[in-house]
């Protein structure tokens, strides 16, 4: 065999240097082609307590491992053959249209997870066309919200008290902002025993201990953040000293009941959206009662562990009430691929929490784009491989759950 020197302007076309890149940020964000690179890149970027606060669930973590792993036994059976040279990712959705199939669900305490907290989650939630949900347990005000996204879509989320006059406020306060959807939230009679945040003191503003400091201090990010911003508080009621599941006990009603959810339908001049439902039964009646959507949710597994897995509830419950109701779900979303899934199930639409949170502790505003990019692209990319081009074109034939679970006889 010949051989030869390689001549320069041989080399020039099968070889490209890589432009660097100074920003640090930016780097590791690049890096991350995936929800759980996200993830690991928040682990090591976030103290301990606030990390554990978004990552962990209740108890033994049953319902969330269940939940993700209800996705991860999905088989696609793709078409071949498609013009899938375009996709379109949108559709509508209580009444207005979005650009893709899901929203940045309600998270509580966010400027602890990352300072820049609930503004970069509704300014990056505008630029990609979809909802921002903010929490009764948010760190940002409503109003502050909407000043700093005008042109944004926003929905606000209630836990309902036990001093009805102070959620009506907030209710108030919600609509003369702008915001158009109420998600009703109705699985938090009490906290769930997220255990975590009880070995971690996880309390509002952060309870310093040797162990916590000594956590903390790699971080040197989140300190300059934690410590040259506003103080951390509750944006929609007063400081809390106590642990978040002391607060959440102390705060909400056990007594809440149906006649409750139609007083509050009665306040609320645009869509309702009921989240926490995890039976048909439930579904069923709060159709009949005549609400916009049900969320199918089992609070990221963070309430009642071994409740319910949505994804398995979904089906059902579109048979029964997708013809009146829009039926949403969250909890164990990780990917686009698991996005597709649920819509191909019947979801109408879904919404993501830590993988949101994952983004913002990676890197603020940029890593919620990210969280964004990652998952569009992961959702386009799997539209085309099973040969469809809208989402309408998704149906339940395009996915097989496989069964793991099942109920004994």
């Known amino acids: ?128 066309g979809i909802p921002f949900a903010l929490s009764t347990m948010g760190t940002t005000s409503i109003e502050d919200v909407a000043a700093a996204d005008p042109g944004g879509r926003h929905w606000f989320q209630l836990y309902m008290w036990k001093d009805r006059e102070r959620s009506m406020k907030l209710v108030e306060r919600a609509a003369a902002a702008g915001y158009d959807t109420l998600l009703v939230t109705v699985d938090v009679p009490v906290a769930g025993a997220r255990l975590r945040d009880v070995r971690n003191g996880m309390t509002i503003p952060p309870t310093l201990t040797p162990r916590t400091v000594v956590n903390a201090m790699p971080r040197p990010a989140w300190w300059i953040n934690f410590l040259t911003t506003e103080p951390l508080a509750f944006a929609s009621l007063d400081a809390w000293s106590g642990t978040v599941a002391d607060l959440l006990d102390t705060m909400f009603d056990p007594t809440v009941t149906y006649e409750d959810l139609a007083w509050i339908r009665e306040q609320w001049p645009g869509k309702v959206v009921v989240k926490g439902v995890q039976t048909l039964a439930d ?84 890593g919620v784009d990210r969280t964004i990019e990652i998952l569009q692209g992961q959702i386009e990319r799997t539209m085309r491989l099973l040969g469809v081009s809208s989402l309408d074109e998704l149906e339940p034939a395009h996915v097989t759950a496989l069964q793991r679970f099942s109920p004994r006889g």
Do not use: C, W
């Not at 979904?314 to 649920?342: C, F, K, N, W, Y």
């Open 1 to 128: 065999m010949k051989r030869q020197m390689p001549q320069r302007h041989d080399l020039a076309p099968l070889m490209k240097f890589k432009k660097p890149e100074l920003s640090p940020k930016t780097r590791r964000l690049e890096k991350a082609l995936t929800i759980e690179d996200l993830r690991r890149v928040a682990k090591r970027r976030t103290p301990k307590p606030a990390f554990d606060y978004t990552d962990g669930a209740a108890d033994g973590e049953v319902s969330l491992s269940r939940a993700r792993q209800a996705f991860a036994d999905i088989e696609f059976h793709p078409s071949i053959l498609r013009d899938v040279s375009d996709v379109d990712t949108s559709r509508e959705v209580l009444g207005r249209r979005v650009d893709l199939p899901f929203g940045i669900a309600p998270t509580g305490f966010t400027r602890m997870m990352q300072a820049e907290g609930e503004i970069a989650g509704a300014t990056a939630a505008t630029a990609a």
């Open 283 to 366: 579904a069923t009646r709060l159709a009949d009662a005549g609400v916009d959507a049900v969320l199918l949710s089992n609070h990221g597994g963070r309430q009642l562990d071994r409740a319910p897995v949505p994804f398995h509830l979904l089906p059902q419950v579109v048979r029964e009430v997708g013809s009146d109701v829009e039926v949403h779900l969250d909890t164990g979303i990780m990917s686009g691929q698991d996005i597709v899934a649920a819509i191909a199930h019947g979801a109408h639409f879904t919404l993501i929490g830590r993988a949101y949170l994952y983004g913002l502790m990676a890197g603020g505003r940029e």
